[in-house]
């Protein structure tokens, strides 16, 4: 158990639709990432938030977006969502935004889209 | 251009014995770090061990070394002693530092089969 959580572990959903994954951070750590893993296009990193600000931002669609609270949650919004947005979605926290060791990973949420 | 390439899109391994799974990189970062992650059937993503790019020595966890030739820009994992638990998906990755954030880049993967 990596101490990061994700929720829900399943989602389907239809196309059009709205849906929001939402992630908690290990204790104490600050980054938060959002990666995308699809058969296609492999394991994509989509956005990194420290301590509420967005740091870095990678092949994350207009359709996509996120947030970091000040509880230091996350969420990743997706909407008008398409048949291709299916995947498994991971978060992954670490301590600090330069960290020089292991993000940690959440269980991820697999996101069907019918 | 990839960044990271894992050739070996799938390698089976006998029980006990040892296997090395490629990775080669391409960065002109003086300063980067390096990792491998192993994913089972269950879609966890499981960190295994962190070369720096300034370590000297190779990095090591448990049955797990990473064959580190900074000159050749490769970072192959070596896991000693197979067991059946270790039949999984294994990504290498690498950490990319710009503007003060950092994001992982993560190889294909190889698909790692331990055969009793």
């Known amino acids: 158990d990596s101490g990061v959580t994700q929720t829900p572990k399943h989602l389907i959903t239809a196309t059009g639709q709205r849906v929001t994954l939402r992630c908690s951070p290990r204790s104490g750590d600050l980054s938060v990432y959002w990666y995308q893993q699809s058969l296609d296009q492999g394991l994509q990193f989509l956005i990194q938030y420290y301590n509420g600000e967005e740091r870095a931002k990678g092949n994350i669609l207009e359709r996509f977006s996120a947030q970091q609270f000040p509880d230091l949650h996350s969420e990743l919004n997706l909407s008008s969502l398409e048949l291709g947005d299916s995947a498994l979605y991971f978060c992954a926290s670490s301590p600090r935004t330069d960290s020089y060791n292991e993000q940690f990973f959440g269980p991820g949420t697999r996101l069907t889209v019918l | 251009a990839q960044k990271i390439t894992q050739t070996q899109p799938g390698m089976f391994v006998q029980e006990k014995e040892a296997v090395t799974l490629d990775c080669t990189y391409d960065?002109?970062?003086?300063?980067?770090?390096l990792f491998w992650y192993k994913q089972p059937s269950s879609g966890e993503m499981i960190f295994l061990i962190y070369?720096?790019?300034?370590?000297?020595q190779n990095a090591t966890e448990g049955r797990y070394s990473l064959n580190f030739q900074k000159a050749r820009k490769s970072a192959n994992l070596v896991i000693s002693a197979s067991q059946l638990g270790d039949s999984a998906m294994y990504f290498c990755a690498m950490r990319e530092t710009q503007g003060g954030s950092e994001k992982l880049v993560f190889g294909k993967g190889t698909k790692l089969t331990v055969n009793p």
């Open positions: 070369q720096g790019s300034y370590d000297q």
């Open positions: 960065t002109s970062d003086p300063s980067y770090g």
